[in-house]
Nanobody
């Protein structure tokens, strides 16, 4: 299953940005939807995750500033990022676990291609 992430860009500190991720093809349902990021020169790290039941978890540095949400009908999820800080600069990757729409209803785990967010004045 291919995931497509979009919405990155160059923004100033204190502003907002919304990332999107869509399960373009082959998705029957999503169970877990998430976002990770990789700051320059660092390892990939967890940002937020959302279960199909609506339970969300955030890493401490983004709590109160980032919100993960989903549109189940469109197999799409979002990361609303408010009050962005320079330390939020990173390549953001979406992650998803779900069930394929093939005959066997195969479970899948997939990553999106990454979208760059740069927060700078």
């Amino acid at each position: 299953v291919q995931l497509q992430a979009s919405g990155g860009g160059l923004v100033q500190p204190g502003t907002s940005l919304r990332l999107s991720c869509v399960g373009a093809q082959g998705v029957s349902s999503m169970n877990v939807m998430g976002w990770y990021r990789q700051p320059p020169g660092q390892e990939r790290e967890f940002v937020a995750t959302l279960s199909s039941g609506g339970y969300a978890i955030y890493e401490d540095p983004v709590k109160g500033r980032f919100t993960i949400s989903a549109d189940g009908a469109k197999n799409t999820w979002y990361l609303q990022m408010d009050n962005l800080k320079p330390e939020d600069t990173a390549v953001y990757y979406c992650y998803g676990e779900g069930i394929s729409d093939n005959y066997y209803r195969t479970p899948f785990r997939s990553w999106g291609q990454g979208t760059l967010v740069t927060v700078s004045s």
